[in-house]
């Protein structure tokens, strides 16, 4: 299980992309939609006009034209009391469509009290939800009587945040461990729209934090905060895409659920780390502890503690350390520390390195068998050290891809979720160890130049040629100054700008590169090669590679 994330991940590139079909522009697809309109028949207004000029205006007579009636205004209809409404038109694209209702009291609290320091929330995380209430008007994750059911759904996903390896003390308000009920009593007031509000804000807090820890956000920067060879980020998603992600979906706590890493790994080592964790809690029941010293002729609960411990453990090392089965020893009895029992903790003693063996159970006696008790396999904190390296993962690992299990040395080729070829691999020295990191596998080289590394050449290479040249003679090495071959003998290493020079083996049988090497442009100038060394293979360690 521990090698599970130390990995590198390589994503095989296609030689050429297919060709894309683009969808019509938004302006084509609008002009496409919008019929052209048809000429409607009328008079024709140039007629029109030519028709005035030839009526002349009327000679002035002096005698003032009566003026015209003046239109009635219609009177406002007044309906009937009980007569039906007239039916109110729908919206369309001429009409406007009716506002949002009001928001509740609830919504007008929240919004108001998101900047609260009281909740913590940063910035991104404040506009983000005030974006989702402010179109709303009701809550998300309460209502007038307590807990909504989708916000019962949520803080019972949040309480299981520790099957995902995620602390709930650090994602989760105490008080809301203790949150409103789904449903008060019939007749109660219910709460205060000030304390939903704060209810409300504390679980969307929650969901922010849980977000950023599943994503593996407790650790922002691994390879300054943990180690440099772990070139890897978390992938923390925006506030605002978490708050799209929760509250759009039909099951936001499975939406909730699944912002943890969905690889088929995470899930196996997520399985594992509840299973032991369950183990754990057993185990706590079956183990001595401290407590005082037993011996031969005592009564304690303890005595039974160790007899089932060493029968189902104790290898048989000699007569009666196995101290007999338990089942045939009298319930009543198992709590007496008898001289049979005596004689296998004495055995156990001996075969243990305690000293003296004289059968009394003491502090040292104590761990001993309690360590027989002890988990074989994986400890916690090592599952959950590789979990978190999962939430530094890419989501999409490639449908075709290169894995290298480092601690396991194994080389695996998979495509399309099945392992198509394995095999053994050298990795980086314990001092110089291979990172971890996941690249784009892009280039193949044949019978390669083995040019060396910067490092191997200050440490080694020329060190060698300032001394009897053994390390230079051993590989066959040559020096160039760019594309120009140059003598070695003839540079004096000591004041020469050794950085314009390359250091390479031409290829060959006993090139360090083998035949082929397969480069995926990094800045730890890894890659994956060949090897004249087979015999390396043979060992079960295999750490001798420069990096």
Same mark, same amino acid.
């Given at each position: 299980m521990r090698a599970a994330a130390c990995m590198l991940l390589f994503t095989l590139c296609p030689l050429s992309a297919a060709a894309e079909t683009r969808p019509p522009t938004v302006s084509a697809a609008v002009a496409?939609?919008?019929?052209?309109?048809?000429?409607?028949?009328?008079?024709?207004?140039?007629?029109?006009?030519?028709?005035?000029?030839q009526y002349p205006d009327p000679p002035d007579t002096g005698t003032?034209?009566?003026?015209?009636?003046?239109?009635e205004v219609p009177k406002p209809d007044i309906p009937t009391p009980g007569a039906p409404k007239p039916d109110t038109p729908k919206p369309g694209l001429t009409e406007l469509a009716p506002e949002r209702a009001e928001p509740s009291p609830v919504i007008f609290t929240l919004v108001r009290r998101l900047g609260s320091k009281t909740f913590g929330l940063t910035a991104d995380e404040?506009?983000?939800?005030?974006?989702?209430?402010?179109?709303?008007?009701?809550? !998300?994750?309460?209502?007038?009587?307590?807990?909504?059911?989708? $916000?019962? +759904?949520?803080v019972a996903? #949040?309480?299981? *945040? %520790?099957?995902?390896?995620?602390?709930?003390?650090?994602?989760?308000?105490?008080? !809301?461990?203790?949150?409103?009920?789904?449903?008060?009593?019939? $007749?109660? +007031?219910?709460?205060?729209? #000030?304390?939903? *509000? %704060?209810?409300?804000?504390?679980?969307?807090?929650?969901?922010?934090?849980?977000?950023?820890?599943?994503?593996?956000?407790?650790?922002r920067e691994p390879s300054k905060q943990l180690a440099t060879l772990i070139d890897r980020a978390p992938q923390i998603l925006k506030p605002?895409?978490?708050?799209?992600?929760?509250?759009?979906?039909?099951?936001?706590?499975?939406?909730?659920?699944?912002?943890?890493?969905?690889?088929?790994?995470?899930?196996?080592?997520?399985?594992?780390?509840?299973?032991l964790r369950g183990k754990a809690q057993t185990a706590a029941a079956s183990r001595l502890g401290s407590g005082p010293s037993l011996r031969p002729g005592d009564r304690h609960p303890h005595v039974a503690i160790a007899r089932r411990i060493m029968a189902a453990r104790a290898p048989a090392t000699g007569p009666g350390v196995a101290a007999g089965p338990v089942a045939a020893i009298a319930p009543a009895d198992l709590d007496v520390y008898d001289p049979d029992f005596a004689t296998a903790v004495r055995a156990f003693q001996t075969s243990s390195g305690l000293i003296p063996a004289d059968g009394i159970i003491g502090r040292?006696?104590?761990a001993a068998i309690d360590g027989l008790a002890g988990e074989r396999g994986p400890s916690a904190r090592e599952l959950l050290v590789n979990m978190e390296q999962w939430r530094w993962m890419p989501d999409d690992l490639g449908a075709t891809r290169v894995e290298v299990n480092i601690p396991e040395f194994t080389i695996r080729l998979i495509k399309n979720g099945k392992v198509v070829f394995s095999e053994p691999v050298v990795v980086g020295e314990v001092d110089k160890q291979t990172p971890l990191f996941s690249d784009r596998l892009q280039t193949i080289v044949l019978?390669?130049?083995?040019?060396?590394?910067?490092?191997?050449?200050?440490?080694?290479?020329?060190?060698?040629?300032?001394?009897?040249?053994?390390?230079f003679k051993r590989y066959g090495l040559r020096v160039k100054r760019g594309q120009t071959s140059v003598d070695p003998r003839s540079v004096d290493w000591y004041s020469a700008n050794q950085r314009v020079y390359t250091f390479y083996q031409p290829p060959g049988q006993t090139n360090a590169l083998g035949k082929v090497k397969f480069l995926f442009p990094n800045k730890h100038a890894v890659y994956f090669h060949d090897t004249p060394g087979k015999s390396l293979f043979d060992k079960r360690e295999r750490t001798f590679s420069r990096g």
């Open positions: 496409m939609a919008s019929p052209v309109a048809a000429p409607v028949a009328g008079p024709d207004p140039t007629a029109a006009r030519n028709a005035v000029s003032p034209e009566p003026e015209p009636p003046k239109p404040q506009t983000a939800a005030a974006a989702i209430y402010n179109q709303r008007a009701e809550p !998300l994750w309460t209502n007038s009587k307590g807990l909504s059911p989708a $916000g019962t +759904a949520i996903e #949040l309480r299981r *945040a %520790d099957d995902y390896g995620l602390p709930v003390k650090d994602i989760v308000a105490t008080d !809301l461990l203790s949150a409103l009920p789904s449903q008060l009593a019939s $007749g109660d +007031a219910g709460p205060s729209p #000030l304390m939903l *509000a %704060d209810t409300e804000i504390k679980i969307t807090a929650a969901i922010f934090e849980y977000a950023k820890s599943a994503r593996g956000g407790r650790i605002a895409d978490v708050m799209a992600r929760v509250t759009t979906a039909s099951d936001p706590a499975a939406a909730l659920r699944g912002l943890n890493p969905q690889h088929p790994e995470f899930e196996a080592l997520r399985r594992a780390y509840v299973d040292k006696t104590r019978r390669p130049d083995w040019i060396l590394p910067e490092s191997v050449k200050v440490r080694e290479a020329i060190p060698s040629l300032l001394g009897r040249g053994d390390f």
